[in-house]
C-alpha cells in the first residue's frame, strides 16, 4: 500500500505539461460537446418553442416527427443520398486514383483539375450545378441548341429526380479529394508487392482487388469517415442549389432542424429531429467501433 | 504655449464629446436592403436623426427568414439593440412574455395610438394584458394580382377584372404561348398565393373560420375543398415558370412570358423600377376582383430593455417619431406599403394604393396569417401547401385532409 500511493502519483504527474496542455481540449470535449448534447437531448422532450424552456411533454415531439410527410421524405433523401454517394465517391476516387498511378503524362495537372471543385463552397457548387440543371440555360438548353429539340433535362425541377440532381453536385465537388487520398494510400504500397506479384503472373485487376485494396484499409477508413461525415451534415448544397424544392422533394433532415428551429421557432421540434440524427450515426459508428477496436486487443 | 492650447483643445474637444454623449446612439435592425427600402429605411433614419439622437443602422441581408434568428439570438444572448423590426404578429411574442421587450405603454397613452392606429386589429398584437409593446408601422397586404396588360392585348381580350374572367382567357393565353399564371418555386409563394384564393374565392368568413376561429372540421368541408380544386387549376397552369425568387416571376409578368402574378403589394416596386405605369402598363386586382379585402401584415418595431437608462429614454423618442404623420408618409411613399394612420394624406400615391388606401377607409380587412397563427403552424401548412403545388400526384381531397388535419393541432 505504502508503495503504491507515491507510483500512482508518479503516473498521474507523468508527462505533467502534456496533461495540462490537453486540458482545454479536454474541457471542450466535455462541456461543449458532451453537455451542449445531453442540454440538446433533455430538452427534446420539452415543448419549447422560441425560448428553450422545461415544460416536459414525453415523447409528443419524437411522435410528431414521425407522422410529418416532410421528415419521412428528409430521411429517404438523406438514405439515397447517403448510398449513392458512399458507392459512387468510392468507386470513382479509387477508378481514378488507379489511372492517375499509370505514370501517365501531366499527372500535375490531372490531380489539379480534378481537386479544383473541392476548394469551392458547397454553396457556389450549389448555385453552379443549379445553372447548369436549369432547363433554360444549362445542358438542356446546350443540348436543344444543337437540334436535339425534344431533349430534356431538368432534374431540379422534377420532384422524382430532383435529388440525383443534387447526388451530380455532390460527387463533382467531393470525389476529387477521395481520389487524391485514394492516390496517396496507392503510392504507399510497396513496390516489391507489385513485383512479387508479377513474378506470380497475378493479372494486374487480381492485384488491385485482392492484394492492394485490402493493403489500402486505413485509407478507406480515413475516406468511409469524411464521406460520411459529409453526408449527415449535408445542408448548404441543398439551400444553394434547390432550397428543397420542387415541393419539399430535396429536403434533408439537416434543414428540418434548421428550419423548425428557427424560421418555425419550434425548438423541441428540432432537437427531436437532431437528437433522432445524433441516434443514426450512434447506430452505426457504436457497432463499427466496437469491432473495429476490439479486433485490435485481439490482435 | 503651445501644450497650452493643446491642452485648451483637449479640454475643449472632452467637453466636446460630453455633449454629444447626450444624443444617444441606438442601434435598429432590420431586413430592408433592396433599393426601394432602403430609401424608406434612410426616412426613418432622418426623422430619428432630426430629435437629436443617432439612429446607427443594423440592416441584416438575406430577408426576414435569415435576419430573425440572428436578431432573436442577440436578445436572448444579452446583446440587445436599440430597436428592431419584425413582421407584425406573433413571431415575437414569446420573447415580450419572457421580459425581454421594453414597455412603451407611456408613449402609447401620451400619443393616443389605440385612436390613431387604423385599422385596430394592427395594434392587437402589440398589446399584452393592456401593455404596449411595439408599434406597427405600415401594412402590407397579400390579396393582389398583378397583370401585364400588353399580353392580354395580344389576344385580344380587355384586361380581366375579376378571377372568372382571368380564367375564362387562359386557354387562349396558353395557345399565344404565353406562361398564364408565374408562380416562383420558393415554398412561401404557393402557400400565400392559397392563402390568397382562400379569402378571394372563399370569402372572409372562410378564412376567419379556417385561420382565426382553427375550425378543423370546416377546413375538411366541402367550401374548402372549392379552394383546393382551384388551386389544382392554378398550379397547372404555372407549371412553366421555373424561376426560384419571387421578383423573377415578377419579371416574367413584366416581360410579358407570363400574364399574372399573385404576390403582396411589395411586388408593385419591381414595377415600378422597369418604369411600368400602374393602369396603363399594368393593371392590380386586390382580392382578385372578387371580394375587395386586403389583409393588414407589415411590419412592427420593438424594443429589447437596455440596462442604460438614456437608451430607454431614446427608445421612447424612436416610438413616437415612427408613428409621426410626416415620417408615416414618407417612409410609406418610397416603401410602397400603406401607412398605419388613417389621417395622413397620400397625394401622391399611384393607382394600386389608392385602390389600397379605398379599401382601409372601407375596412375591407382582415388580420394577417402571421398575426392569427403561431410560425409552427405556418410552417407546418406552407409545407403541405408546397408538396402540393409541386406534386401533381397529389390530389385537393388529400392535400385538404393533410391541412385539416394541421388545423385541428393549431397553436
Known amino acids: ?299 | 504655449m503651445n501644450i497650452r492650447s493643446l491642452a485648451a483643445a483637449l479640454a475643449a474637444s472632452v467637453t466636446l464629446s460630453v455633449g454629444a454623449a447626450q444624443a444617444t446612439d441606438l442601434e435598429v435592425t432590420h431586413w430592408w436592403t433592396s433599393g426601394g427600402e432602403a430609401a424608406a429605411v434612410a426616412e426613418l433614419a432622418k426623422a430619428f436623426d432630426a430629435t437629436g439622437n443617432h439612429w446607427v443602422d443594423g440592416a441584416i441581408a438575406g430577408g426576414g427568414d435569415v435576419a430573425r434568428p440572428i436578431m432573436i439570438s442577440r436578445i436572448t444572448g444579452g446583446d440587445p439593440m436599440g430597436a428592431t423590426q419584425f413582421n407584425t404578429g406573433r413571431q415575437a411574442d414569446e420573447l415580450v412574455e419572457a421580459g425581454l421587450m421594453q414597455d412603451v405603454t407611456e408613449v402609447a397613452k401620451a400619443e393616443g395610438w389605440d385612436k390613431i392606429i387604423n385599422p385596430p386589429s394592427l395594434y392587437k398584437s402589440c398589446v399584452k394584458d393592456g401593455k404596449w409593446y411595439c408599434v406597427p408601422i405600415n401594412i402590407h397586404s397579400w390579396q393582389w394580382m398583378w397583370m401585364n396588360n400588353a399580353v392580354f392585348e395580344k389576344i385580344g381580350k380587355p384586361v380581366p377584372k375579376n378571377w372568372d374572367e382571368f380564367v375564362a382567357d387562359v386557354p387562349e393565353l396558353q395557345k399565344a404561348g404565353i406562361i398564364p399564371l408565374a408562380v416562383g418555386g420558393q415554398a412561401w409563394q404557393s402557400n400565400g398565393l392559397f392563402g390568397v384564393l382562400q379569402v378571394a374565392l372563399g370569402g372572409v368568413d372562410l378564412w376567419k373560420k379556417v385561420n382565426v376561429d382553427k375550425d378543423a372540421k370546416f377546413a375538411a368541408g366541402p367550401e374548402m375543398l372549392k379552394i383546393f380544386k382551384a388551386a389544382a387549376q392554378a398550379r397547372e397552369w404555372s407549371k412553366d415558370t421555373k424561376v426560384q425568387d419571387w421578383n423573377q416571376a415578377t419579371n416574367m409578368v413584366i416581360t410579358g412570358k407570363a400574364a399574372a402574378q399573385i404576390m403582396g403589394d411589395w411586388a408593385q416596386g419591381e414595377f415600378a423600377v422597369a418604369g411600368k405605369v400602374a393602369g396603363k402598363d399594368y393593371t392590380c386586382l386586390p382580392g382578385l376582383g372578387v371580394n375587395e379585402i386586403i389583409s393588414t401584415g407589415g411590419d412592427s418595431f420593438y424594443f429589447p430593455k437596455q440596462k442604460d437608462p438614456e437608451k430607454t429614454k431614446a427608445q421612447m423618442v424612436l416610438a413616437k417619431t415612427l408613428l409621426d404623420k410626416k415620417t408615416q408618409v414618407a417612409f410609406n411613399l418610397k416603401k410602397g406599403s400603406l401607412p398605419v394612420r388613417g389621417d395622413v394624406d397620400l397625394a401622391s400615391a399611384n393607382d394600386c394604393m389608392k385602390k389600397g388606401l379605398e379599401i382601409l377607409k372601407k375596412g375591407n380587412v382582415l388580420p394577417d396569417g402571421n398575426q392569427t397563427l403561431s410560425p409552427d403552424t405556418t410552417g407546418q401548412l406552407q409545407d403541405v401547401i408546397d408538396k402540393f403545388w409541386h406534386d401533381f400526384s397529389i390530389t385537393p381531397e388529400e392535400a385538404q385532409k393533410q391541412y385539416a388535419a394541421i388545423i385541428a393541432k393549431a397553436d
Open chain 1, 1 to 299: 500500500m505504502e508503495r503504491a500511493a507515491p507510483r500512482r502519483r508518479n503516473s498521474l504527474f507523468k508527462n505533467i505539461s502534456a496533461k495540462i496542455a490537453a486540458i482545454p481540449m479536454a474541457f471542450t470535449a466535455l462541456v461543449v460537446f458532451l453537455g451542449g448534447t445531453i442540454w440538446t437531448v433533455v430538452y427534446s422532450f420539452t415543448n419549447s418553442k422560441l425560448l428553450p424552456r422545461l415544460n416536459f411533454v414525453g415523447f409528443d415531439q419524437y411522435t410528431r416527427l414521425w407522422s410529418t410527410p416532410r421528415w419521412l421524405v428528409s430521411v429517404e433523401n438523406l438514405a439515397i443520398y447517403g448510398v449513392l454517394s458512399l458507392i459512387f465517391s468510392l468507386v470513382i476516387g479509387f477508378i481514378l486514383a488507379v489511372a492517375m498511378d499509370q505514370k501517365i503524362r501531366f499527372e500535375n495537372t490531372f490531380r489539379t483539375i480534378f481537386l479544383y471543385p473541392f476548394a469551392l463552397s458547397f454553396i457556389v457548387t450549389g448555385l453552379v450545378w443549379q445553372w447548369l440543371l436549369n432547363p433554360d440555360l444549362g445542358v438542356q438548353h446546350i443540348v436543344r441548341s444543337l437540334g436535339y429539340t425534344s431533349f430534356t433535362f431538368d432534374p431540379l425541377y422534377n420532384a422524382d429526380i430532383v435529388i440525383y440532381g443534387v447526388l451530380i453536385a455532390g460527387l463533382w465537388q467531393g470525389t476529387g479529394l477521395i481520389m487524391v487520398l485514394m492516390l496517396a494510400g496507392l503510392r504507399g504500397i510497396d513496390e516489391e508487392i507489385w513485383r512479387a506479384a508479377r513474378v506470380d503472373g497475378i493479372p494486374t485487376w487480381k492485384t488491385y482487388v485482392f492484394i492492394i485494396i485490402p493493403m489500402m484499409r486505413p485509407v478507406f477508413v480515413t475516406t468511409l469517415v469524411l464521406i460520411g461525415s459529409g453526408i449527415i451534415k449535408v445542408y448548404d448544397l441543398i439551400v444553394a442549389q434547390t432550397g428543397g424544392g420542387p415541393g419539399g422533394a430535396s429536403e434533408v433532415p439537416a434543414k428540418y432542424v434548421y428550419d423548425l428551429m428557427f424560421y418555425s421557432q419550434n425548438l423541441g421540434q428540432g432537437f427531436a429531429a437532431s437528437t433522432m440524427m445524433l441516434v443514426s450515426v450512434i447506430v452505426i459508428v457504436v457497432p463499427w467501433a466496437y469491432f473495429e477496436f476490439s479486433g485490435r486487443k485481439a490482435r
